[in-house]
């Protein structure tokens, strides 16, 4: 064989060598890209089960704080300072010039807004003394009319 084509055939022999390495570095690659995926995959469903017991932990502190008669009774007493504060916010806003404060809270009582409060402070009253509800008298209604 020539020297030329010697020449050429040590340059297909160096091609054909960096074609193998170039198709072992895909391969590498594509098992790469394929176990990032799967890490991926493997990892959103790592968090979906952490949100999910998350949750659930939520949710059974929920249970066990609302089931506790305290911790109801301090709720409904939180949630009635609340519905007191904001009926005081209301009238304060609607109180014109030279008007007093009582006769701005009086009239606030009447607008929706009032009474929307005002039905929220009376059930938050009612459950800090273990008292029935506008919820409990709308749920027996339902039980009556749906027999």
């Not at 030329?4 to 170039?22: C, M, P, T, V």
């Not at 391969?27 to 959103?44: H, S």
Request: aromatic share 2%.
């Amino acid at each position: 064989m020539s020297t030329e084509g010697q020449r050429h055939a040590a340059e297909l022999a160096r091609l054909e060598a960096r074609k193998k390495e170039l198709d072992d570095a895909l391969m590498r690659l594509a098992r790469d890209e394929a176990e990032a995926l799967e890490v991926a995959e493997l990892a959103q469903q790592v968090q979906q089960l952490e949100n999910e017991v998350e949750a659930a932990r939520v949710a059974t502190n929920m249970e066990k704080t609302m089931t506790d008669p305290n911790n109801i009774k301090k709720a409904a007493a939180d949630n009635r300072q609340k519905a007191e504060a904001e009926l005081d916010k209301l009238a304060k806003s609607v109180q014109r010039d030279g008007e007093t404060f009582e006769k701005a809270y009086f009239r606030a009582l009447e607008t929706d807004m009032g009474k929307a409060i005002m039905q929220a402070r009376d059930d938050a009253q009612e459950l800090e003394r273990g008292g029935i509800t506008s919820m409990d008298v709308v749920e027996a209604h339902k039980k009556l009319v749906d027999g």
